[in-house]
């Protein structure tokens, strides 16, 4: 009789020297002069969502930049959506795969040069995102932080 085979439990040994990770400064995104369109991602509950992309429109223009267009993902406005308006749509995007179609058409159209999120993004969605886009995307607190 053959017995059974179980996985061992301990940790794998990694040969070789151990890099330690380490959180990246967010890449600076230069928007003096460039053409960026402005995405938000906003709960239901919030209403005062277009006075917000309103305010980090101006202070784009601020800076420099001219703002070609701007793409709103709305969580908890259904039913379903009010029981997990805290969760992102997606861990990798943080947006719904169609607001990210939406941005591509209007990225596209508009031939912008970056995109500014007014949500924080993680050094992972920022590289993600950048992928999809095929341009630079940045948190809007680490264009302010740029200063």
Partial sequence: MQQSRRRDRRPARRSGPVVARHQDPAP????????????????????????????AAEEMTRRGARVVGRVVQRRGVSAGGARKMALPY????????????????????????????????TRRQRRVLTGMFGRPVASLADVLAGD
């Fill in 90 to 121: 997606s861990s990798r995007t943080l947006l719904s795969y169609g607001k990210v179609r939406e941005a591509v058409v209007l990225l596209e159209r508009t031939n912008a040069d970056a995109v500014i999120s007014l949500a924080p993004l």
């Fill in 28 to 55: 600076a995104v230069a928007v003096d002069g460039a053409d960026v369109v402005i995405v938000g991602y906003f709960s239901g509950k919030q209403k005062d969502f277009a006075a917000l992309m309103d305010a």
